[in-house]
């Protein structure tokens, strides 16, 4: 299998760790979320880290992301990385992993600083007055983004 590894210079001294995971993932860790996606939780160097293998390519997609497409987990990075350049807050980037065999993308990860905040879709949950404040938020967070050209 080819492996591409692409670290953030500021977390190269996990490299260790991050080259290891697409052999370790799936046993190690802690589960914080099965799905569509998988989310582990680790600890290492003492920063607490969040990896998101992402699941379920359809053979079409396998070629697609290989030949033509950046994967979902090089695409959450760069992404990642924007944000800050326009000062908005959110986890750091770590590294991202794409795992190839015969020219198909056959698995790849996003790795992060783990961050413990509350799921928006637990407040959805509560009613009106309870999480008013955050939807307001969310709203001029969202607006924001929309005035800088992120869509």
Known sequence: ?????????????????INRLPNEFASSGHLLFYGRNELRVFTVGG????????????LANRYIYGLFRKSKGQRAYE?????????????DPIAYIDCYRNGRLVKNYFISL????PQLGQALGLPLSE???LLVDFARFTFNLHEIGIF
């Open 114 to 117: 783990f961050v413990s905040m």
């Open 47 to 58: 920063l607490r880290i969040v990896v998101k293998s992402y699941n379920k390519l359809t």
């Open 79 to 91: 992404n990642a990385l924007l944000l800050q350049n326009y000062q908005i807050s959110t986890p």
């Open 131 to 133: 999480n008013y404040n």
């Open 1 to 17: 299998m080819n492996t591409k590894v692409t670290i953030n210079p500021n977390y190269d001294h996990l490299s260790s760790f």
